[in-house]
């Protein structure tokens, strides 16, 4: 079955810079795209950024995050990061991986497979 493990959250300063990433297991070939989301204490999850494998491929970032985070995939060890500067206090938030098979799904951002979720505190 699909296990996706995040790590690399921590606590920074207003400023600074995270890496986050995600290891995958068990994914099918047939993944379509893999996201990134964020959800902060009682607020909505967020959708941050999603790479797509299949179709015409790319990657797409809220508005919130455009132009400091940076979504990429290692194919070789099964890994998506989220690279993320100039963070910000409302970066804050518990950042979870998720990965799903279905194209239509996959634009509607909604997605099967999740992590546990890492803790980006920014202060």
């Known amino acids: 079955h699909v296990q996706l493990v995040e790590s690399g959250g921590d606590s920074v300063q207003a400023g600074g810079s995270l890496r986050l990433s995600c290891a995958a297991s068990?994914?099918?070939?047939?993944?379509?795209?893999m996201g990134w989301f964020r959800q902060a204490p009682g607020e909505e999850r967020e959708g941050v950024a999603r790479i797509f494998f299949g179709g015409g491929a790319g990657t797409y970032y809220a508005d919130s995050v455009k132009g400091r985070f940076t979504a990429s995939r290692d194919i070789a060890t099964n890994t998506v990061y989220l690279q993320m500067n100039s963070l910000k206090p409302e970066d804050t938030a518990m950042y979870y991986c998720?990965?799903?098979?279905?194209?239509?799904?996959?634009?509607?951002?909604?997605?099967?497979?999740w992590g546990q979720g890492t803790q980006v505190t920014v202060s």
């Open positions: 068990g994914l099918p070939s047939s993944t379509y795209c």
């Open positions: 998720a990965a799903e098979e279905s194209a239509r799904q996959c634009w509607r951002n909604e997605f099967a497979n």
